[in-house]
């Protein structure tokens, strides 16, 4: 079963119309909004969703989210008009994630989710959604060039923020660290329970590299500590 989330009621049902013929045999339904989508998951526990990410009530990102906590075996699609070449390359090597640019291509979406589908069927199905780490949505986040706060509840109990401004990230707190040396302690963690708030950052700039900078600092830092 694929589902398919969009809130241009025109484009997803022109997807379900395209989709219903597919070769390869595989069931769609369609959501038209985040929170409508988590209930049919719930219900029918599709094997994969096909989401576009700026929607109202509950967006793309979220309904990820609470998916990852929720449902960590759906495997997701995400259409996106920011997406870039590197960030599709990583999703990919991490097994987390698939993108498609924005305006759609219905052949290369039914050829992505059989691809997929086939997959899933050879490998079998362990925690697909898991495979997300904090460098790698907060990438999405970057690409989507959203204003939001990112809590974040790591290993050992400890907690922090990201906060991000039109997709730039310009704070962050974790324990007593706050700035760029909090920032690279939370883009390390690898599992992290997160949830999102859409609200303006409410803070002030402490951060002026590069998010890509972060995340790469992070991960040598991390090396390090491993050696």
Not at 213 to 221: K, T
């Amino acid at each position: 079963m694929v589902l398919l989330v969009d809130d241009e009621a025109s484009l997803l049902q022109g997807m379900l119309a395209w989709l219903e013929k597919n070769a390869a045999g595989f069931a769609v339904m369609g959501a038209c909004d985040g929170i409508r989508a988590l209930e049919l998951i719930d219900r029918h526990k599709p094997d994969l969703v096909v989401t576009d990410i700026r929607m109202p009530g509950l967006s793309g990102l979220e309904l990820l989210l609470a998916c990852r906590r929720r449902f960590p075996d759906v495997k997701f699609v995400i259409c996106t008009a920011y997406g870039s070449a590197e960030l599709e390359r990583d999703s990919l090597n991490s097994g987390a994630l698939r993108f498609l640019r924005k305006p759609v291509d219905l052949a290369v979406l039914e050829r992505t989710i059989g691809e997929i589908l086939s997959a899933d069927a050879v490998r079998g199905q362990a925690g697909f959604l898991s495979g997300i780490s904090v460098a790698g949505f907060v990438q999405l986040l970057a690409a989507e060039r959203q204003t939001v706060s990112l809590s974040l509840a790591g290993p050992g109990r400890e907690n922090g923020v990201l906060f991000f401004d039109r997709g730039e990230l310009i704070h962050a707190e974790c324990g007593e660290l706050s700035g760029q040396p909090a920032a690279m302690k939370l883009l390390g963690w690898e599992a992290a329970e997160m949830s999102m708030l859409r609200d303006g950052p409410g803070v002030g700039r402490t951060i002026d590299r590069s998010l890509n900078y972060l995340i790469m600092e992070a991960i040598r830092l991390k090396d390090e500590e491993n050696k």
